[in-house]
């Protein structure tokens, strides 16, 4: 048997003799049958590594491709590479003769989806998972601000892509991306001295960002060693530098245990330096059932391709169906792929004083695990670097918003990098740096760190406003009642007849009704008290308007009466004052009963107007039938105001013109005022301002008109006769 390693790495060629040695060394393995193998040396060229590949297969004294001269050997299969570059070129030509090709090396997950050939089998899991799990870790330990190195050549581009595209989904930045080259010669480089006092340090040791990836090839991890080392001889000689923290979070893509013997070897520098790093490795695994395969063979070694393609396809089935136990018993299998089905161990390195070291299993990345919870991780485990400030350590651009506050981006600047701004009214924020609206039934705290509970707002029978308001309504209420029982007392006398007894006691009842309906407007609105606020709110002053303006045409049609041979004495009486008040308020109860039969109102909760209150009101259900009884009722008080305006200039002794034009006057003033009022307020207030404006006009009509009549009837009773009011000035 003939295997054929391409590598660039000393440490597997060593391995690989070491495995061919044990197997020819036990007779159980492979009994009468001895191992070898032949290398070749790509040079870390894709160019050579086609050329090595073809003279694997074809070159024994002379090369001749497609071409076996002289040569006794068959290759049946080949290990290698560990670059994907190396990898796809190898496939290239062992593709075409269905040589079974087994790789062990890491590979940029574009890369897979171009080695899709039979012939190609990967021992090693997707490289995609183990991206996927690096962003899980960031994202786990709230890492947002993260540095790359990567080696400076098309893989280290390939892998710096990825990374970009999968921070910029979960909101992570990268603070920087080292591109570094490596080699024995070069590391005076690393730390630029421009002068005797002035020390250039690489960007990771200048960034605040503590969590640091390194991607798979060791030249990176060979080169931040050197890096670190210097940087403390640096610190030494410079005291401006002392404060630049060397204490980083090493995520690394691979182990890192031969670089490090490399390293001690090479620098008898002090490990220390990659202590509490992180690394992905394989999960540990033990192949079933290959002793039995070989045996199963039972080859005869004759010269000959049918036995060789014979073989290789017994091995093709072989690798096609290969399984693995991992270190939790479970069976892995290659994918349709090839590729292995396993996942990763997440180990943390431990560095002791006498430079030795240790690997422990903090975690693992299982790609069978339910989307979301592919990683694990024991952070107890976990043995952070001393010198952090914290531990877990943070890995941010900036320090993380308090609660309260929210991320303000700054202008030029990644958007890991913020200010914080405080949040909004009515919006919070606890540990997620984003504001968030509270619950309709809640508000933001002082602090805006948290809900609570908004309090209820509307006139309680026990708030100050309505303490104010119900006094002052059955105060008007009683005066009213007052006023009514002098005018019943007094019925018949000569200012009481003179000014429509009948009409008068309409008015003062439907004064008092509106001084009474006030109250409907407080306490906790229900649906009762919502159905009859309005309505019988718009009906009653809509009654007391009309018996004014009936009063106001009584006067005139009165005093047009006394003219010898107006025909205007047809229509004295109380009949055309009673159609009058009929007629003016049938309309206004036709308006309310189709308000409520078509949108009646209704109680309802206004959240959103006040912050920290929860509004209880009475929802009108339409605006316009709202706005449609209101405007009937300035309808009627302004033509009451006109035709008592055009009527003030008759003689006084019949005239009560003048005190319902000033009564009128008051009554539209308030009504004006009210609309602006009404619409600037909110909750408790707004309420308060309605009854404030029906109490205000009620009690205008009644002080304007009955007080002078009161006056006379109780102060100045000589007045009160037929002689004075027939009396002309």
């Known amino acids: 048997m003939i295997c054929s390693v391409v590598t660039k790495f000393y440490q597997h060629i060593l391995a690989l003799v070491f495995a ?5 060394e036990n007779p159980k393995i492979l009994p009468n049958v001895t191992l070898g193998f032949h290398i070749y040396d790509s040079y870390s060229n894709p160019k050579m590594a086609y050329r090595s590949t073809l003279d694997l297969l074809f070159k024994s004294h002379q090369f001749v491709p497609n071409y076996k001269c002289d ?45 899709k050939l039979p012939s190609f089998y990967r021992m090693v899991p997707n490289e995609a998972l183990q991206y996927q799990g690096i962003v899980q870790l960031l994202l786990h330990f709230r890492w947002k601000w993260v540095g790359l190195i990567t080696p400076d050549n098309e893989s280290g581009e390939r892998f710096l892509k990825a990374m970009e595209l ?42 605040k960002a503590n969590a640091v990836v390194i991607y798979g090839e060791r030249a990176a991890i060979m080169w931040l060693g050197v890096a670190l080392r210097i940087a403390r001889m640096v610190q030494m000689i410079f005291p401006q530098y002392k404060e630049v923290s060397t204490a980083k979070v090493w995520i690394t893509t691979a182990q890192i245990d031969f670089t490090l013997n490399i390293f001690q070897k090479q620098f008898r520098t002090d490990i220390q330096i990659f202590h509490g790093a992180i690394s992905f490795a394989i999960h540990s695994k033990e192949l079933q059932n290959f002793q039995e395969f070989l045996s199963a063979v039972n080859p005869s070694w004759e010269d000959g391709d049918g036995f060789i393609k014979d073989f290789w396809e017994q091995l093709h089935a072989f690798l096609q169906r290969i399984s693995f136990n991992n270190s ?58 001393k010198d952090l400030a914290q531990v877990p350590p943070l890995s941010v651009c900036n320090a993380y918003c308090p609660p309260g506050h929210m991320k303000k981006k700054k202008e030029g600047k990644k958007f890991c990098c913020y200010d914080c701004a405080p949040c909004p009214d009515g919006m919070f924020s606890n540990e997620k740096e984003t504001c968030i609206h509270c619950p309709e039934d809640k508000h933001s705290n002082k602090d805006h760190n948290h809900c609570i509970p908004k309090i209820s707002n509307f006139l309680a029978f026990d708030d100050t406003l309505a303490i104010v308001s119900t006094s002052s309504a059955l105060l008007l209420s009683l005066v009213t009642a007052l006023v009514l029982g002098i005018f019943i007392k007094h019925r018949d006398t000569a200012i009481v007849k003179a000014n429509n007894r009948s009409l008068t006691y309409i008015l003062l009842t439907s004064l008092l009704l509106c001084f009474l309906c006030s109250l409907l407007f407080i306490g906790m609105p229900n649906e009762a008290t919502c159905l009859l606020r309005q309505t019988s709110f718009g009906t009653i002053f809509c009654v007391a308007l009309s018996s004014i303006l009936a009063k106001t045409i009584s006067v005139v049609l009165a005093f047009m009466a006394t003219k010898p041979g107006s025909r205007m004495r047809n229509w004295m009486g109380k009949r055309l004052t009673y159609s009058i008040v009929l007629s003016c308020s049938i309309v206004q109860v036709g308006n309310c009963i189709l308000w409520l039969a078509t949108s009646p109102p209704f109680p309802d909760l206004d959240m959103h107007s006040m912050t920290e209150q929860i509004i209880l009101l009475c929802n009108e259900g339409s605006i316009t039938m ?41 009554f539209c003033s308030v009504w004006l005022s009210f609309v602006p009022t009404y619409l600037s307020t909110r909750g408790k207030y707004m309420v308060a301002v309605e009854i404030f404006s029906i109490l205000a006009s009620s009690a205008g009509l009644l002080g304007c008109i009955f007080s002078p009549k009161c006056y006379i009837i109780l102060v100045k009773p000589e007045l009160n006769n037929r002689e004075q009011l027939i009396r002309r000035k």
């Open 71 to 115: 040569t006794q050997e068959n290759a049946i299969g080949v290990i290698g590479g560990l670059s994907s570059d190396i990898s796809s070129c190898m496939a290239d030509i062992l593709g075409l003769y269905k040589i079974p090709q087994i790789s062990y090396g890491s590979f940029e997950p574009e890369v897979n989806y171009q080695l």
């Open 626 to 666: 709202f706005y449609s009884v209101l405007g009937y009722m300035g309808f009627l008080a302004i033509v009451s105001f006109i035709v008592a305006f055009l009527a003030r200039k008759l003689p006084d002794s019949f005239n009560e013109a003048k005190f319902i034009t000033f009564s009128m006057l008051v």
């Open 20 to 24: 061919v040695d044990e197997v020819n």
């Open 166 to 207: 999968m921070f910029s989904k979960n909101q992570i930045c990268s603070a920087y991306a080292e591109r570094v080259q490596y080699n024995l010669h070069s590391s005076g480089s690393i730390l630029n001295m421009a002068s005797e006092t002035r020390v250039v340090l690489p960007p990771f040791l200048k960034s």
């Open 328 to 385: 939790a018993g479970d069976e892995i299998t290659l994918n349709e792929h090839g590729e292995l089905a396993s996942g990763f161990d997440i180990r943390n390195l431990v560095t002791f004083p006498n430079q030795s070291y240790a690997r422990v299993k903090v975690g693992s990345l299982d790609p069978q695990a339910p989307s979301g919870k592919e990683l694990t991780i024991n952070e107890d485990r976990i043995k952070w670097i």
